[in-house]
Nanobody
Framework: QVQLVESGGGSVQAGGSLRLSCVAS????????IGWFRQAPGKEREGVAA????????YYADSAKGRFTISQDNTKTTVYLQMNSLKPEDTAMYYC??????????????????WGQGTQVTVSS
């Protein structure tokens, strides 16, 4: 079992920055990929970024490229999402998720085995 806890959300003005953290506990050594997803009210959950824990390859949605950076710490139990130049359309609940295998498509929610409870990000104009 793996537990994931997100933190770092909050309310910021457009153009501001936030850093989200996802702390994994339990049998973390089996995690092959950690992804960040978001879900706005009335919309489907969408992939934002992902990182392969071995090798550190990173992947981003077009909406995140150039503004967001995903990274992990040396223990590979904490994954960060640095979000810069935030826009009102970034407002959503942000979730991290762990995949026990390398996903075929990192942005697909049903590829992931474990999910956190989410952290709210609100960006005002």
């Amino acid at each position: 079992q793996v537990q994931l806890v997100e933190s770092g959300g909050g309310s910021v003005q457009a153009g501001g920055s936030l850093r989200l953290s996802c702390v994994a506990s339990g049998y973390t050594s089996g995690n092959k990929c950690i992804g960040w997803f978001r879900q706005a009210p009335g919309k489907e959950r969408e992939g934002v970024a992902a990182i392969y824990t071995e090798g550190g390859s990173t992947y981003y949605a077009d909406s995140a490229k150039g503004r967001f950076t995903i990274s992990q710490d040396n223990t590979k139990t904490t994954v960060y999402l640095q979000m810069n130049s935030l826009k009102p359309e970034d407002t959503a609940m942000y979730y991290c998720a762990a995949d026990r295998a390398l996903p075929m498509h990192w942005y697909t929610t049903n590829e992931y085995d474990y999910w956190g409870q989410g952290t709210q990000v609100t960006v005002s104009s």
